[in-house]
């Protein structure tokens, strides 16, 4: 907030933004006036850079679909277009109203403030994959008319990808598919980064046609911020109670009938996930097959699995049903002790649209998986977790995303606050200011009780 009250100061009389949603009176192209004092930076991204310059700035996409490098040049609205850029799209900004053709893209663009400016949503739906609301903001502005969606198949019919009467300035273009005639195309592919800051830090790239960085800093920060807390806290916790750690392993796997047999993804030393980081950092040990996915037969499945201790099942799973079916489950620790979680807790579709924005959370879960009633301190806060995106097979059912109203313009995040445990002096009892003391005393001392307990 104050790179921009500075803003202010330097613009003077010259011209009146009073929102940086507003076009500027007049440009001043002397080189005396930045228009964008607040920048972005992509530290994580393998795919992304940006350039920023008085009037205009530039985005590089680098690891398009098929590597085809895309160029795009965002012009402050009221300044001249420069010539030395050759850009594969050109946009005024702050822009306005916009087209999107992923639901992956809802969860950025509402932690943004936008969907109000989205104007239209290009989605595929059959009767065989039908379309499913999970933001509650999005379905209200799709029942009131403020979004339009059109049902277009983009892999057979790029004939009829065409936006020219959309009243749209431009459309974030799902990277996999054709352009067709879609409105100054902007190629998104958050899916083809390997590191899940990376994915995160995409909100900064949502955020350049709207000069929305300053929001898109504060979101990634905070979203990144309660992760690292609570891998602080784990780290924390284990060099506290070394001997009494129990270092957990765990499996990511599904039954998936399209390849009639058993999805096991790689260990991490094979392979990297996304989520490979996360598992270091909560100390479990992530147990796979080979590179990638390996589809096992039950026999198979059965040897890999039986010992493994967590088993994150990476599809919808009823447990009464999954053991009738195939009896030897009954074999697996992870069933015998109760720790199975499958990815549906607030369905399947929202897995799969919201997830990545919602990292804070899902680290939480993946937390709780490890550590089981041990999470409960490893906020700082000593609150209990509810699972937001993992569920306890054997005692949640699962929850309709939709029955949450919608929050207000900007999304809320579904994660716990954390507080670094070295804040609170969790072990050595030597306060240094008044909040820690505070904390010591009313949590400290039970989690100190407690502690072994749940270590057990
Ligand atoms: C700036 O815009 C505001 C709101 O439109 C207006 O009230 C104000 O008089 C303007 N100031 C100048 C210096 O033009
Ligand atoms: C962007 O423009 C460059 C130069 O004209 C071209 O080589 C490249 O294929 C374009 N990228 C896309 C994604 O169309
Ligand atoms: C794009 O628009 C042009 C001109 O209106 C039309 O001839 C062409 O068929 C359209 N192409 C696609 C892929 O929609
Ligand atoms: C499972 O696969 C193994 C080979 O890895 C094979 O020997 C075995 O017969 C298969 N079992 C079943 C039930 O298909």
């Given at each position: 907030m104050k790179l921009f009250s500075l803003f202010f100061v330097v613009l003077g009389a010259s011209a009146n933004l009073t929102d940086k949603t507003q076009c500027p009176t007049t440009c001043v192209e002397d080189g005396s006036v930045d228009y964008f004092p607040e920048k972005v930076e992509f530290e994580y991204s393998k795919c992304l850079r940006v350039e920023y310059y008085d009037t205009y700035k530039v985005s590089y996409l680098d690891c398009g679909p098929g590597d085809i490098p895309e160029t795009v040049l965002y012009v402050q609205c009221g300044c001249s277009v420069p010539s030395s850029i050759t850009a594969n799209t050109t946009i005024t900004v702050p822009a306005g109203n916009y087209g999107i053709q992923s639901t992956s893209n809802i969860a950025y663009l509402h932690y943004l403030g936008m969907l109000g400016q989205m104007k239209l949503e290009i989605e595929f739906s059959s009767d065989w994959y039908p379309y499913t609301f999970t933001d509650t903001c999005h379905k209200d502005n799709v029942d009131s008319g403020v979004t339009t969606q059109r049902n277009q198949d983009p892999q057979t019919d790029d004939g009829g990808l065409d936006t020219s009467g959309d009243n749209v300035e431009f459309v974030f273009h799902e990277g996999y598919y054709a352009k067709g005639n879609l409105t100054k195309p902007i190629t998104v592919t958050e899916y083809l980064e390997t590191d899940l800051l990376a994915q995160i830090e995409w909100i900064k790239f949502f955020a350049l046609p709207f000069n929305l960085e300053f929001e898109a800093d504060e979101v990634f920060d905070e979203i990144k911020g309660t992760m690292d807390c609570i891998g602080a806290n784990t780290a924390t916790f284990k060099d506290l109670y070394d001997t009494e750690y129990k270092t957990l392993t765990v499996m990511t796997a599904a039954y998936q009938p399209w390849s009639s047999g058993w999805v096991v993804s790689a260990s991490c030393d094979v392979s990297k996930d996304i989520y490979c980081d996360v598992f270091e950092d909560l100390g479990v040990t992530k147990i796979g097959k080979d590179y990638g996915f390996t589809v096992l037969n039950n026999t198979e499945f059965e040897e890999f699995g039986a010992k493994i201790d967590v088993w994150i099942y990476t599809d919808d799973f009823d447990p009464e049903a999954m053991v009738k079916t195939y009896p030897f489950l009954q074999n697996f620790d992870s069933v015998k002790e109760k720790r199975v979680y499958d990815?549906?807790?607030?369905t399947m579709p929202d897995w799969y649209t919201s997830r990545t924005m919602e990292s804070d959370a899902l680290y939480e879960d993946f937390a709780k998986v490890s550590h089981g009633k041990g999470f409960a301190f490893l906020d700082g806060q000593g609150t209990e977790h509810d699972y937001v995106f993992l569920r306890d097979v054997f005692t949640e059912k699962s929850i309709d995303?939709?029955?949450?109203?919608?929050?207000?313009?900007k999304k809320v995040s579904l994660a716990e606050q954390c507080i670094v445990f070295s804040e609170i002096e969790l072990a050595g009892g030597a306060q240094k200011h008044s909040r820690s003391v505070l904390f010591f005393v009313t949590f400290g001392a039970v989690v100190i009780s407690t502690l072994s307990a749940l270590l057990a």
């Open positions: 990815v549906a807790k607030r995303p939709l029955a949450t109203p919608c929050p207000g313009a």
